[in-house]
């Protein structure tokens, strides 16, 4: 089941003109800067704001187009948005069953966790005769999360559900996320602005800017692209998916093994071999040799392919490489590029000086 | 202590409050919700006339009423020409002016409350599948509880303590249309100050204990904090 969209929308002189999908399954990321019409484009989506000129559909099912228009209560969705929005005269138990109950009465919604099992994927055995206001922010949206996945949506909208918390908090709930993205085949839609968080669980990447979609793709093509702004910014980095290939006990070494070839990193705590984890590695952290050093601290090192340089600054260039089929970004300065006479097809080394493990 | 004729005028005092009350939060709930949410700009104007009631006096009111309830106006000339029964000096004369003249008392603190419940709270209602009405009955009542508590109180006494609409179009009917507020006017004419102090007392500390009851109830609630 794929979500399709298409707005041409007009308000308070913005200008909203995107069309879309979602795929069956996985984390579709929203990414933008604040003000792109992220939010507005969720709240089309869900109902909750009527455009005229519009079309959403889930496959075959009809949820606006010229002649139809779905309310919010008749769209088989789950949307969480910052503050959770827990009803404060309930507890969380009555809470969660809010949307349960209600949705319980249509027959399509059949299909769908049920609520043992949304408690227990979120953790919320321990919380459920509490009050909203006695929850922390993370526990907040973790119920909020649940409530909306109570009424066993076919997509899951979530409007920066984390934005709200702090570090921490966010930190304790992504394991929550990446749980549900494995155990539930149930398409979201994530709305961010954070590139940690997009790096960490999304699959896919709706590229935003000033109310229209600019790209869509992978997550790793369209981190690595070079004539998209991810690539060109300070944070730029290469994600890659790669599995735990085997552990060195003497140096406390964990080698991983990706498309490319492999890794070594400092071992990260409770990872079996075979596990799949997610990686990142900052075009900053990348440094670019003529012949591998025998001499350096560095313990990545990589051979690769330039592909293609484009100019960053007027300091430095934005080098994409090419590790046999897998992209990955350095960022470098324009006297190296010519110190090491650099140019597209040019075999070099690729010296990782970190990688970091998105668990 | 009290004569006949006073606990009659308090029997019609407490019915004529409670008629009046019942009817105000049928109507006024649904305007109040419609004032809290709109964004016509029409809005001001309706607020403007909800709000009437609190700066005009009572006589004002008391007499366009008359002339409108009585038998040449437009509303009693129509009903008498439909047969119907005449509206002043009528108990359903004095609703209809208890409604209208008690309308900001239920309205405001009604509107007030609704307005304070938070748009993002009905719009997760809405995407947990419950429709307009249910959405109103499971999340804006529960959190409008104060409000409407507030509201009830106010109309309540407040029509218990009017006097000069009453005056103008009830008259003063024992058993009909004479309340409580208009019997002590009349002991006091009498110079029979022991009965005023009774009726007199008996509302001061009747209307002291229901205001008393709102706040203690709405502290323990948090006004205003859904």
Redesign the interface.
């Known amino acids: 089941m794929r979500l399709h969209f298409r707005f041409d929308h007009r308000r308070d002189g913005f200008h909203l003109q995107a069309a879309g999908e979602v795929p069956t399954a996985g984390i579709t990321a929203l990414f933008g800067p604040s003000g792109c019409g992220k939010s507005t484009l969720l709240r089309l989506i869900a109902g909750l704001e009527r455009c005229n000129n519009g079309e959403v559909r889930m496959e075959q099912d009809i949820w606006q187009n010229e002649q139809t228009f779905l309310p919010p209560h008749h769209r088989p969705i789950g949307y969480v948005i910052q503050e959770g929005q827990l009803f404060p005269h309930l507890n969380v138990r009555d809470n969660l069953r809010y949307g349960w109950k209600r949705a319980g009465r249509s027959t399509e919604a059949a299909a769908g966790p049920d609520f043992d099992t949304v408690i227990a994927l979120l953790g919320l055995t321990e919380l459920l005769a509490r009050r909203p206001e006695q929850l922390s922010g993370g526990q907040r949206q973790r119920v909020a999360i649940g409530r909306a996945l109570l009424t066993r949506p076919r997509v899951l909208l979530l409007d920066e559900p984390l934005a709200a918390l702090d570090r921490e908090a966010k930190h304790a709930i992504l394991p929550y996320l990446e749980r549900l993205h494995r155990e539930l085949a149930l398409p979201v839609l994530y709305v961010s602005h954070d590139t940690d968080e997009v790096a960490r669980i999304a699959d896919r990447l709706l590229l935003m800017e000033a109310g229209r979609i600019q790209a869509a793709g992978e997550l790793t093509g369209m981190l690595t692209h070079p004539d998209l702004p991810l690539a060109r910014s300070e944070q730029a980095e290469t994600v890659l998916e790669a599995t735990i290939s085997s552990h060195d006990t003497d140096y406390h070494l964990t080698r991983l093994r990706f498309a490319g070839g492999e890794l070594s990193l400092a071992t990260p705590a409770e990872l079996a071999t075979g596990e799949p984890v997610r990686i990142r590695i900052l075009a900053r952290d990348v440094s670019l040799a003529l012949s591998p050093a025998t001499d350096s601290s560095i313990l990545n090192i990589l051979p690769a392919r330039v592909s293609e340089i484009r100019p960053l600054n007027p300091a430095q260039a934005l080098v994409c490489l090419d590790l046999g089929g897998t992209p990955l970004l350095a960022h470098i300065t324009h006297r190296s590029v010519d110190a090491l006479g650099l140019a597209p097809g040019s075999p070099v080394y690729a010296q990782i000086k970190s990688v970091a493990l998105l668990v | 202590m009290f004569s006949p004729a006073d606990i009659a005028s308090l029997w019609v005092t407490l019915k004529l409050a409670s008629v009046t009350t019942l009817i105000l939060l049928l109507l006024g709930t649904p305007l109040a919700w419609w004032l809290a949410r709109t964004r016509r700009r029409g809005k001001v104007v309706i607020e403007a006339l909800v709000a009437l009631p609190l700066v005009l006096p009572p006589t004002v009111l008391g007499f366009y009423l008359l002339v409108a309830l009585g038998p040449h106006g437009p509303v009693g000339g129509l009903l008498a020409w439909l047969g119907g029964p005449s509206l002043v000096f009528s108990f359903t004369g004095l609703v209809i002016g208890s409604v209208i003249y008690s309308l900001p008392f239920v309205v405001q603190p009604l509107q007030a409350s609704f307005s304070a419940i938070?748009a993002?709270?009905l719009?997760?209602?809405?995407?947990?599948?419950?429709?307009p009405l249910?959405r109103f009955f499971?999340?804006v009542l529960?959190?409008a509880r104060p409000g409407v508590l507030t509201a009830v109180v106010l109309g309540f006494a407040h029509t218990v303590g009017e006097f000069g609409v009453v005056l103008m179009i009830g008259g003063n009917i024992p058993g009909q249309t004479q309340v409580l507020s208009i019997s002590i006017y009349d002991h006091v004419e009498a110079l029979e100050y022991g009965q005023a102090h009774w009726l007199a007392g008996s509302l001061l500390a009747f209307s002291f204990l229901m205001l008393l009851l709102v706040y203690r109830f709405n502290r323990r609630f948090g006004l205003g904090r859904?």
């Open positions: 938070p993002g709270l719009d997760a209602a809405a995407t947990l599948r419950a429709a249910d499971s999340l529960p959190l859904p």
